[in-house]
């Protein structure tokens, strides 16, 4: 079956330390996303990449950072400079034409104690 | 700056009876408007979608409107089942909004909606 798989499902971090949430897909899609979804909140874009070894910032891309040397790939890395890192973290993908449409993972939790 | 709002924050229904979610949005540059619905510790998954061209898409029980000089588009579900029950969220396209637009959508809050046998 074609998806999208996040890992961990649940994470918890200390304060100061990095963490890198996985993210893998058999899609074929070109483009990949990182959203972050905070209770009352909209899902917010952190990075998205439509093409490998081209990533671009999104709206809240202050604390974190990606690489895409695979297609299949998108990792994202919390870092210590994100100052409210506890959050439900979605990773994306989609085709690069046509519709807007987006397939999620089944989302990370990342826990900040 | 909120640029898509869902002022319902949740939604109650009976069912059977019609499920009506509303979404308004101040950019009019956007072209393109989707609802996801979302389970609780899932991704969202689309449900339907809606170009700007139109003023209503249909598909099984979801229907989308869209008045573009209100700035307004409404989900209808109907009929209501218990299964329906999850968070609805809304989000919108810009085609200008710094190279291409793919991926790029400004969500709403979500609506919840619990539908009651």
């Known amino acids: 079956d074609g998806g999208i798989t996040q890992s961990p499902k649940y994470l918890f971090r200390k304060e100061g330390q990095n963490v890198t949430l996985s993210c893998e897909q058999n899609?074929?899609?070109?483009?990949m996303y990182w959203y972050r979804q905070d209770p009352g909140q909209g899902l917010r874009l952190i990075y998205y990449s439509q093409i490998v070894n081209d990533f671009q910032k999104g709206d809240i891309a202050e604390g974190y950072s990606v690489s895409r040397e695979k297609k299949e790939s998108f990792p994202l890395t919390v870092t210590s400079a994100q100052k409210n890192p506890t959050a439900f973290y979605l990773c994306a993908s989609s085709m690069v034409t046509g519709a807007n449409v987006l397939t999620f993972g089944a989302g990370s939790r990342l826990t900040v104690l | 700056d909120q640029q898509v709002k869902q002022n319902s924050p949740s939604l109650s229904v009976q069912e059977g009876r019609i499920s009506i979610l509303n979404c308004d949005y101040t950019n009019s540059m956007f072209d393109y408007f989707l609802w996801y619905k979302k389970y609780p510790a899932e991704g969202p998954t689309f449900l339907i979608s809606i170009s700007s061209i139109k003023d209503k898409n249909e598909d099984g029980r979801f229907t989308v409107f869209l008045n573009k000089s209100a700035k307004h588009l409404s989900l209808h579900i109907v009929p209501s089942q218990p299964g329906d029950s999850a968070v609805y969220f809304c989000a919108a396209s810009d085609p200008n909004a710094g190279g291409t637009s793919y991926g790029k959508l400004t969500f709403g809050q979500g609506t919840i909606l619990t539908v009651h046998p």
């Open positions: 899609l074929n899609h070109d483009a």
